[in-house]
């Protein structure tokens, strides 16, 4: 069974920052390009980032470039999304997904708000 566990979601201050981290199991890890994908309140799923197997591809939306950062540990299976210089803007529930959006996680929630 696949799996994919978003954690490190809080509630931090603008110009605060966070490490979120999705644990993946159940399919090759290291195979896969992975994704963060977001949804703000009452608005649809924006993409966020992307990284390839190797982790030496990664891109980013332009709404957060020079901000955050994504990487991943394949001996851990885990992905992380470094996010600072946090704006209100940012708050929303963040999703790691699997290439081509086939596997999704719960999301963890980011709240930015003084």
């Known amino acids: 069974e696949v799996q994919l566990v978003e954690s490190g979601g809080d509630l931090v201050q603008p110009g605060g920052s966070l490490r979120l981290s999705c644990t993946a199991s159940?399919?090759?890890?290291?195979?896969?390009?992975m994704n963060w994908v977001r949804q703000a309140p009452g608005k649809g799923l924006e993409w966020v980032s992307a990284?390839?197997?190797?982790?030496?591809?990664?891109y980013y939306a332009d709404s957060v470039k020079d901000r955050f950062t994504i990487s991943r540990d394949n001996a851990k299976n885990t992905l992380y999304l470094e996010v600072n210089s946090l704006k209100p803007e940012d708050t929303a529930l963040y999703y790691c997904?699997?290439?081509?959006?086939?596997?999704w996680g719960q999301g963890t929630q980011v709240t930015v708000s003084s």
């Open positions: 990284i390839n197997g190797a982790s030496d591809t990664t």
């Open positions: 159940g399919f090759s890890f290291s195979n896969y390009y």
């Open positions: 997904t699997s290439q081509g959006y086939k596997w």
